[in-house]
């Protein structure tokens, strides 16, 4: 299965750190998403890196991709409060449907 | 708004009992996904259409469960003889197809449901 593995399952840091989330996958992919999910509420799209990318940003996000080793990393910088969340790769095969692990929960204490 | 709406939000039913939820995705969007995401855990493939066309089931999709998409715009998943390890978050997502940016999903905000 391309299920993503997130890791670890809980990270609580103060606000102003940089915070590391780390996603493995076991068969080959096309690309992999990021997403973040606040209690309760649906899913929003972060970033999307092609399996030929090797890292992408978009803001404070910086996503890397190793494909020799099947992982993924999503460093969040200088990290607030609203911050707070579920964190969920999600790695694509041709297909395009996401198989999701079961997250990350990210607290920032402000 | 033009972003992935659901209805209901929420729904209360009897086990027993059959429900309907509906998806209308973002226009311009061709492919469409359902999801189940239970407390704790990341959302379960449940299915998804291209158009009109559905492409894949996940083996989670029991056969008291069924989804449609006649005319390749909204979606309906239905739920027969309810559960109550039915109960969680259908979620629904869209997206343009296709790799790269174009298979970029876009959520809706769910449809909760609680079987009693």
């Known amino acids: 299965s391309q299920q993503g593995e997130e890791d670890p399952q809980a990270l609580s840091i103060q606000e102003g750190e940089n915070a590391t989330m780390n996603c493995s996958y076991k068969?080959?992919?096309?690309?992999l998403q990021w997403y973040r999910q606040n209690s309760g509420r649906g899913l929003v799209h972060l970033i999307l890196?092609?399996?030929?990318?090797r890292e992408k940003h978009s803001g404070r996000l910086r996503v890397t991709l190793d494909t020799s080793k099947k992982s993924s990393s999503l460093l969040i910088t200088a990290s607030r409060a609203a911050d707070t969340a579920s964190y969920f790769c999600?790695?694509?095969?041709?297909?395009?449907?996401?198989?999701f692990g079961d997250g990350t929960t990210l607290t920032v204490k402000p | 708004d033009t972003g992935v709406s659901q209805d209901p939000r929420h729904k209360i039913t009897k086990r027993g009992q059959n429900v309907t939820f509906r998806c209308d995705p973002i226009?311009?969007?061709?492919?469409l996904y359902w999801y189940r995401q239970t407390l704790g855990q990341g959302p379960e493939f449940l299915t998804y259409?291209?158009?009109?066309?559905?492409?894949?089931k996940s083996r989670l999709l029991s056969d008291r469960f069924s989804a449609e998409r006649p005319k390749g715009s909204f979606s309906t998943l239905e739920i027969q003889r309810t559960e109550q390890g039915d109960s969680a978050m259908y979620l629904c997502?869209?997206?343009?197809?296709?790799?790269?940016?174009?298979?970029?999903?876009?959520f809706g905000p769910g449809t909760r449901l609680t079987v009693t």
């Open positions: 997502a869209s997206s343009r197809g296709g790799t790269g940016v174009e298979n970029e999903q876009y």
């Open positions: 068969t080959s992919i096309n690309n």
């Open positions: 890196i092609r399996s030929n990318e």
């Open positions: 999600a790695p694509n095969t041709n297909a395009g449907k996401s198989t």
């Open positions: 226009s311009e969007h061709n492919r």
């Open positions: 259409f291209q158009n009109e066309a559905q492409l894949e």
